[in-house]
């Protein structure tokens, strides 16, 4: 077999078995996904260069396999996603700093504080609770002071002062200039 084929064979293959997989799969990976789909290039690597397509396409369909049977495994039954999958640990409370989960992380002050500043928190007493999740990514929520106010309170608070809001259907956008004369 020609090296072009068996390589564009393993590709459109490993492309299938992970779009099998799931979507959960490429978005945000836990760590067992994540060693999956590294072990799957690790192989589809050897394939291409040792001339064992079949074994590689064996191998790639077992790899997939476990991870869907881990996944299952985690929604039946709790404690198998508490093992496997982890859960989420809460590292601020009530403002203050968890700091024994942090160690248990192996994560800085300084890097708790870079999350929370991607995510426009520069204050720990605006944050209710944070927790790192499973896939690495923080979450959050704010205490009722700082949360962003929505359209419908803001209405509500405009109505309670007697403004007049416009109406939700009438477009005032920027652009409402450009599609009148270009319309």
């Known amino acids: 077999m020609s090296i072009y084929y068996e390589a564009a064979t393993v590709i ?17 990976m836990t760590t067992l996904e994540m060693v999956t789909v590294l072990s799957i290039g690790t192989v589809i690597g050897h394939a291409v260069t040792e001339n064992e ?11 997939v396999s476990i991870l869907i049977v881990f996944q299952i495994l985690a929604l ?8 496997i999958i982890g859960r989420a640990t809460l590292v601020i409370r009530d403002g203050r ?11 800085t002050m300084e890097q708790l504080e870079l999350r929370l500043r991607r995510n426009g928190i520069s204050n720990l007493s605006d944050v209710r609770t944070a927790t790192i999740e499973v896939d690495g990514r923080i979450g959050y929520e704010l205490v009722e002071s700082a949360q962003p106010l929505t359209r419908g309170q803001a209405e509500q608070l405009l109505a309670l002062l007697k403004v007049r809001t416009p109406p939700a259907d009438v477009d005032h956008t920027l652009f409402e200039q450009i599609r009148k004369t270009d319309g």
């Open 12 to 28: 459109v293959f490993g492309f299938a078995v992970l779009r099998l997989a799931g979507k959960k799969v490429m978005a945000e």
């Open 53 to 63: 397509l079949w074994k590689t396409l064996i191998v790639i369909v077992i790899f």
């Open 97 to 107: 700093i968890v700091e024994r989960n942090l160690k248990k992380l192996r994560m």
């Open 76 to 83: 039946k039954f709790p404690w198998v996603e508490k093992v």
